[in-house]
């Protein structure tokens, strides 16, 4: 089993498959890594994460907000409820620290036997759009559209 201490990155993949991300700057990732004994891990990264998911660990004291704290817990329940399409697999979440230093979610992974490989991406893919669909809906109850399509129109 992989050390779940640090995020896997590309070099350390055995596959990669890059997923769109239509409402933030970069593309999600769908990372296969071959564990042996036939077992495959699928790793999602640079996840469409709704806002304030990790407002718990970064800004305690905001959670004396009622409007922070229900953005919060909205957050929190996107992640699950986007992954029960994942509910074949158990997975789990990986936080990160960024420079700034705030965390954020930086990958969701599971692992499945390599003759399920295929369907284990179809799901994390589902996840994704699930994930992407459900975070634009939070941050337009709770906030901005920080990027959109809509941006790239010219008036």
Known sequence: MRDHSAPVI???A?????????FQSNDAKILLVDLGDETVEIVIGYLPAPLDYNLDR???GALEDEEKMRSHVVANWIVSEAA?????????TYSYQT???NYVLGEVYFTCVKSEVNEAVLAAKK???QLEEKSLRHQREF???RESPIDQLKD
Not at 14 to 22: G, P
Not at 84 to 91: N, P, R
């Open 127 to 129: 996840f994704l759009i």
């Open 84 to 92: 029960e399409v994942l509910s074949d697999y158990e997975w789990e």
């Open 143 to 145: 906030g901005t559209v």
């Open 14 to 22: 055995d596959a990669v498959y890059t997923v769109s991300n239509l």
């Open 58 to 60: 970064n800004y305690p």
């Open 10 to 12: 590309e070099e350390d």
């Open 99 to 101: 420079a700034k230093p």
